[in-house]
């Protein structure tokens, strides 16, 4: 190799040594009779000194001409560095190699920006030049953290007897959910592959084929709206068993998360994992990914709504509404009336919500705001009993339908959460939400949709709901919540014929319809399928929640933006005539 060592391994122990390093230039400083230069690889910085007595003048000339983000070789003696000149901030801070000479390996243009600024540039420029961007350390260490994530969870699941099986990326076109994105047949004319939003059915016929614990990284697709923890392409830790039910899905999850978390972090995660059935997730905190690092958890006030003059609680509670809210401890005297309005504005602008009531807890205990006056003491009392507040608490309330009320206070919360500083950044919560309801209905076509994916099993005890009353009826399902972020999700699935037909005369999907998008599955659940069902873990969200980053192209090398564009590559991009013309396509203008 061209090198002895890396940037990053020399120490005080090596002093007296030769030694050959290669890397990239991070800084210069010429001195006139000496020139220093921090060089860089993955692994670190180690400062390189061309002077005398080692180097000539011509050569510490050549060295004063090395530029930015230059590819350079350095040969010389490990030393001490002079006294007083310790870098604590680096590994290799007690040392430098003296050389008499540096040799360019490569030459660099002026670079738009240099990794080792301390401002970040905007990201479009960050994405353009990606290949830069990528030399931060911060980038390097958010790599290096996915790979040993990956690493971990290969070789667990290894230990517990998983095989790993990749599936096919072009597939059939299996509309349910998200787009699909399509690649057309060259050799079938009109005819379409679809990349994979899942290797769901594929898992599947897995577990028809025998395979009892299937195991995957897989590339995953989505032609959907993007956003900073969303991406079009992604990857999954896919995984499948046979003979199991949700308790042994759930403990095997269990005891990958403890050892990523112990091994790649060096902490430790009280394990079984905490669980939380969906209904309650949505009464406590109007989220089926609750946020469980800090408290703050919703009331239920309709009742009392019912017993008060103050119109907007009342006619809510009376039509069927509910009247809701959050105590935000100790403050009070901290949210002006502006940033009051600022938060009413927020729940109405983000999730339709009417208006946002609140209260301050006095020093006696008395509830004040503008709308007190419509209150009795007595119904103010109350309130004050059912929120448990205290002198110098403020109290937010939405009146509204279940839905508003859930989704404006849990974007409430999650905000004060963040503002407020209720939890440390680096704290981590892992947990389970259970038992989902099994279908969602379009409020304007009244249709009903899979909560999941139409695959999902019920739980047994609702099996006959299906007929009677599909809204109760609950599904054999499991996410995992990292942080308030869903980081997997996962179901038993249906592996009789009769209960999934049933469930696709549900969802609207006729016989020839299911035969069409998944007939070879139907034909597998005849020939003696196994009760199975597996999860699948969002590695890129795994590693960004574990990094304690918020935005996932920071976890992935080459992500595309918000647009779904690749600035470094100009991807999408056109194609020409003639490979239209193989493909028997051609382009249409379309107005928008």
């Not at 008395?366 to 007190?372: G, R």
């Not at 090398?557 to 564009?565: E, G, L």
Request: hydrophobic share 40%; net charge negative.
């Amino acid at each position: 190799m061209l090198r002895s060592h890396n940037c990053g391994e020399l120490r005080v122990s090596d002093v007296g040594c030769e030694a050959t390093l290669c890397g990239w230039v991070e800084s210069k400083r010429d001195h006139g009779g000496a020139v220093f230069i921090d060089l860089r690889d993955r692994y670190g910085v180690t400062q390189v000194v061309i002077g005398p007595p080692e180097a000539d003048q011509p050569a510490i000339d050549f060295a004063g001409r090395v530029g930015a983000e230059w590819v350079i070789k350095a040969h010389g003696s490990v030393a001490h560095r002079l006294e007083g000149k310790v870098n604590e901030k680096l590994s290799t801070g007690e040392i430098e190699l003296r050389c008499a000479a540096v040799e360019v390996l490569n030459a660099s243009v002026a670079p738009p920006f240099v990794p080792s600024q301390p401002d970040l540039p905007n990201e479009d420029l960050r994405l353009k030049y990606r290949f830069l961007d990528l030399r931060r350390p911060q980038m390097q260490r958010s790599l290096i953290t996915r790979s040993q994530i990956i690493k971990e969870m290969r070789d667990y699941f290894a230990e517990h007897d998983f095989i790993d099986v990749e599936t096919p990326i072009l597939g059939r076109s299996t509309p349910e959910g998200a787009r699909d994105y399509l690649v057309p047949s060259r050799v079938h004319p009109g005819q379409f592959y679809a990349l994979p939003q899942s290797p769901q059915l594929y898992k599947q016929i897995l577990m028809v084929a025998g395979f009892d614990r299937y195991v995957q990284v897989a590339k995953c697709f989505r032609d959907e709206d993007l956003r900073a923890d969303r991406q079009p392409e992604f990857t999954q830790l896919d995984l499948e068993m046979s003979f199991v039910d949700a308790e042994d899905v759930i403990a095997i999850i269990d005891g990958l998360v403890d050892r990523v978390v112990r091994k790649v972090l060096g902490r430790a995660i009280p394990t079984p994992l905490p669980r939380m059935t969906f209904e309650e997730a949505m009464r406590r905190y109007g989220s089926d990914q609750p946020d469980l690092r800090f408290a703050m958890e919703i009331v239920d006030i309709t009742e009392i709504a019912k017993t008060v003059e103050f119109r907007v609680f009342r006619a809510t509670a009376d039509s069927g509404g509910f009247v809701r809210g959050i105590k935000v401890a100790g403050q009070a005297e901290d949210f002006s009336r502006r940033r009051l309005d600022e938060l009413t504005e927020f729940v109405k602008r983000d999730f339709g919500a009417r208006g946002l009531a609140w209260f301050r807890v006095e020093a006696d205990g008395t509830l004040w705001s503008p709308t007190s006056k419509n209150f009795t003491a007595e119904e103010l009392s109350a309130i004050t009993a059912a929120m448990n507040a205290q002198p110098g608490d403020l109290l937010l309330f939405l009146a509204d339908s279940w839905n508003v009320t859930c989704r404006g206070l849990a974007g409430l919360r999650k905000r004060l959460g963040a503002e407020l500083k209720l939890y440390s950044p680096d704290s981590l919560h892992c947990s389970w939400i259970t038992d989902f309801p099994m279908f969602e209905r379009d409020e304007e076509s009244g249709q009903w949709h899979a909560k999941h994916h139409p695959f999902t099993a019920p739980l047994a005890e609702d099996l006959e709901l299906l007929a009677t009353d599909p809204a109760a009826c609950r599904a054999q399902a499991y996410d995992l919540v990292i942080n308030g972020s869903e980081a997997g999700g996962g179901t038993i699935r249906i592996h009789d014929p009769a209960t999934q037909q049933q469930v696709f005369e549900l969802l609207g999907i006729d016989e020839a319809t299911a035969r069409d998008r998944f007939g070879f599955l139907l034909d597998a659940l005849k020939y003696g399928a196994p009760p199975h069902g597996g999860i699948a873990l969002g590695i890129d969200r795994w590693v960004m929640l574990l990094a304690g980053l918020e935005n996932i192209r920071e976890v992935i090398a080459f992500p595309k933006t918000q647009k779904a564009t690749d600035l470094m590559t100009e991807a999408p991009g056109n194609v020409d005539a003639d490979q239209l013309n193989e493909l028997r396509l051609r382009t249409v203008s379309v107005k928008t």
